[in-house]
């Protein structure tokens, strides 16, 4: 059977397209990103811009024309953070069922961190069971079901560069984990989403992006805190131009970066396993799982 995502997340738009066999194996068939911005502007208004829901919607036109095309049998469009606190939400969805035929959900961030973890759960194997962090624009989730721990914290790439964020305010938003900590010790830390991924592709200095070649890889902090570095060393243009990094992530990076280091150190945590099974994928698995 073959099932569409889409992740309409505060940088971008995703799309994934996969079938899933009789022997329960997914296999991706069509992938593809657009940097959408669509939290861009936000702070403060709680508006979605008009500019950004233009660019938005006809990305995900596109899309669902792709999910026509490949006669998709079943899909589900998700919208995260930054559409989840919009106060103009309902507008957006109105029109993006108007102009595109799309029917969008918008989602908790418990839902989000659920299947955000189902698919790092299905994509990786690990002999303990992991903390899942889905690092986003606009929010960051921390799940581990053993615990009960299921938050979901107001931090992300897009939301600290346009706030300006420091190291001390970013540490000061995580405070909750602390309590986790030792708990979490002997649990592996692995985290999705476009900055852990980014990371590695400039670690491995990437021309053409190889998501077989970021899934299941480690960052050690110390690595991570050496590209952080680079990064920092760099204007803009400079970054739009280094192997690996996407010129539309550009300027975004850096504040992810960070962010990734106060997560380690808040936990404690030496290194991290990136996943690129992630949101995505889980939501394949949940229309698979309703079929089955």
Not at 31 to 41: C, D, L, P, S, Y
Not at 73 to 83: C, E, F, I, L
Not at 105 to 134: F, N, Q
């Amino acid at each position: 059977m073959r099932y569409g995502a889409v992740d309409i997340g505060t940088n971008s738009c995703r799309l994934l397209i996969a079938e899933v066999d009789r022997y329960r194996q997914l296999q991706p068939i069509y992938q593809v990103m657009e940097t959408t911005r669509i939290g861009e502007g936000m702070d403060g208004s709680r508006l979605l811009g008009e500019e950004a829901m233009v660019r938005t919607i006809a990305c995900l036109g596109r899309f669902k024309e792709q999910l026509d095309k490949m006669q998709v049998a079943k899909y589900r469009a998700v919208a995260t953070s930054a559409v989840r606190e919009a106060a103009n939400r309902a507008e957006f969805e109105a029109r993006v069922a108007l102009e595109t035929g799309m029917d969008i959900e918008v989602i908790s961030g418990h839902e989000e961190a659920r299947l955000s973890y189902e698919g790092v759960m299905r994509g990786l194997e690990l002999d303990t069971s992991p903390l899942v962090v889905d690092l986003g624009g606009g929010s960051t989730e921390f799940i581990f079901p053993e615990l009960d721990m299921l938050i979901s914290v107001q931090l992300g790439a897009v939301r600290a560069t346009a706030a300006k964020m420091t190291a001390l305010q970013m540490r000061d938003s995580l405070k909750e984990l602390s309590c986790f900590k030792d708990r979490l010790v002997s649990h592996p830390l692995v985290m999705v989403g476009g900055a852990p991924s980014t990371m590695v592709a400039i670690k491995k200095g990437m021309l053409d992006y190889r998501p077989d070649l970021v899934h299941g890889e480690r960052l050690s902090f110390a690595e991570i805190g050496d590209l952080y570095e680079l990064l920092e060393s760099l204007p803009l243009e400079l970054r739009r131009r280094l192997p690996g990094l996407q010129a539309e992530r550009a300027d975004i990076i850096n504040k992810g970066a960070l962010i990734m280091l106060i997560i380690m150190e808040v936990l404690g945590k030496r290194e991290i396993i990136v996943s690129e099974s992630d949101i995505l994928h889980g939501i394949i698995w949940s229309l698979a799982d309703a079929d089955s």
